[in-house]
């Protein structure tokens, strides 16, 4: 492999990971279709490392290449969601009871620190913060857990739930369910009940599932009173 070949490589990897944060600050919408020429000329490289970026973000979910048609942001539809949900549960379900098995004092310490940033969060009705910390939390088990195929397999999962997820905590009520569900989880790592820890983390994540269909059923009547 020459020194172009892997400059070129790390040039398309750059251009994906530009895209992907544009795609999760919805700077591009889901649906709408992707300009190649145009993005390819803002960023002024030539298309084909924006084709090969664009590839690699299909492959993670966040983009749909269409023959004759082009290349679009992906829409998550709700049976998306219907499938997504219960196997991301069943992953970070077991993410949280390896966790449980691993932590030590320090490792419960680190994690009382987050918690504690939700606490915080929900009691100034901060959903930016709140939906920071609760990622920072959800980190920080798999990082506690150390299992690279389970990260790997949450990861690819979570990147397409980027699309709609920070949503769910705008439903009325929901960041207090969300911080009690997390307050079960705490309380199963300070115990190091792996087993009430797996069961805490995956009714947190089918009661995420719900929240966003309750917020999907309100939405029309808040369109028409808005």
Not at 24 to 32: K, Q, R, T, V
Not at 80 to 109: I, N, S, Y
Not at 182 to 207: F, I, K, S, T
């Amino acid at each position: 492999m020459t020194a172009e070949t892997i400059a070129r490589s790390a040039l398309y990897q750059e251009v994906a990971e530009r895209l992907r944060t544009r795609i999760f600050a919805h700077e591009m919408l889901p649906g709408s279709w992707i300009d190649e020429q145009a993005l390819a000329e803002s960023f002024g490289i030539s298309r084909t490392p924006m084709r090969e970026a664009l590839k690699v973000l299909a492959a993670e979910g966040l983009v749909t290449l269409r023959p004759r048609r082009g290349c679009y942001v992906s829409e998550v539809t709700d049976r998306d969601l219907d499938e997504v949900f219960p196997v991301l549960a069943l992953l970070e379900g077991r993410c949280a009871l390896e966790a449980a098995r691993k932590a030590g004092p320090t490792d419960v310490r680190r994690l009382e620190a987050i918690h504690d940033r939700l606490e915080r969060a929900a009691a100034a009705a901060d959903v930016e913060r709140f939906f920071e910390a609760n990622q920072a939390f959800h980190k920080a088990l798999q990082e506690l857990a150390g299992n690279r195929w389970l990260n790997q397999a949450i990861e690819d999962l979570r990147k397409v739930l980027k699309l709609v997820r920070r949503h769910s905590l705008r439903v009325e009520g929901r960041m207090m369910e969300s911080l009690n569900e997390h307050r079960q989880v705490m309380a199963a790592l300070r115990d190091r009940d792996a087993a009430a820890a797996e069961r805490a983390m995956h009714a947190h994540l089918l009661c995420g599932r719900a929240a966003l269909a309750a917020r999907e059923q309100a939405s029309p009547r808040t369109r028409a009173s808005g």
